[in-house]
T-cell receptor
Framework: GDSVTQMEGPVTLSEEAFLTINCTYT??????LFWYVQYPGEGLQLLLK?????DKGSNKGFEATYRKETTSFHLEKGSVQVSDSAVYFC????????????FGAGTRLFVKA | EAQVTQNPRYLITVTGKKLTVTCSQN?????MSWYRQDPGLGLRQIYY???????DKGDVPEGYKVSRKEKRNFPLILESPSPNQTSLYFC????????????FGPGTRLLVL
């Protein structure tokens, strides 16, 4: 079935370090791909998205590229800040079944000053 | 301010005592859904609604009911809560079923004793 797998956390980095959170997916057809961020005590917010192969989504210094050949959508940021500490969810959305969204398990990021 | 609100934010109850978690959005969105978030499992969809009086089961509907009598409200009902329904619940909405960007409420943390 359709699924999203992302790296287990927590990930702990020092401020200004480079961030990569891996995400791979399995899906029939051509899904749209998303990264959501959840700050402590809040709901999920859309961080970025990509709707077709080779698209790059970007927002707030974060980037992810839709790689159809490797079925991946890895999240990257060149220099993390303490304020980036949150849980990050990779997700896919399928056009069938009412645009159902399937989420990964989430990766918690801690950034130390 | 455009938002999705949920009440209560925190709830402790006992097995078998019926409860309702309310969800309301002020963006005139057609599509609303409920998710539960559990450690290591990400978010899983419980129920969704494509419009008023149109609801359908998601991936984990057992033990839950919903109703959509008005466009803005989508309450989640637990007729006879059990400890395995202890979780963090999120309501989400989007403008139409075929538009991808979802807006999430702040979450309701439920403990069933």
């Amino acid at each position: 079935g359709d699924s999203v797998t992302q790296m287990e956390g927590p990930v702990t980095l020092s401020e200004e370090a480079f961030l990569t959170i891996n995400c791979t997916y399995t899906a029939t057809g051509y899904p749209s791909l998303f990264w959501y961020v959840q700050y402590p005590g809040e709901g999920l917010q859309l961080l970025l998205k990509a709707t077709k192969a080779d698209d790059k989504g970007s927002n707030k210094g974060f980037e992810a590229t839709y790689r159809k050949e490797t079925t991946s959508f890895h999240l990257e940021k060149g220099s993390v800040q303490v304020s980036d500490s949150a849980v990050y969810f990779c997700a896919l959305s399928l056009t069938g079944g009412g645009f159902k969204t399937i989420f990964g398990a989430g990766t918690r990021l801690f950034v130390k000053a | 301010e455009a938002q999705v609100t949920q009440n209560p934010r925190y709830l402790i109850t006992v097995t078998g005592k019926k409860l309702t978690v309310t969800c309301s959005q002020n963006m005139n969105h057609e599509y609303m859904s409920w998710y539960r978030q559990d450690p290591g499992l990400g978010l899983r969809q419980i129920y969704y609604s494509m419009n008023v009086e149109v609801t359908d089961k998601g991936d984990v509907p057992e033990g839950y009911k919903v109703s959509r009598k008005e466009k803005r409200n989508f309450p989640l009902i637990l007729e006879s809560p059990s400890p395995n329904q202890t979780s963090l619940y999120f309501c989400a909405s989007r403008l139409r079923w075929d538009l991808e960007t979802q807006y999430f409420g702040p979450g309701t943390r439920l403990l069933v004793l």
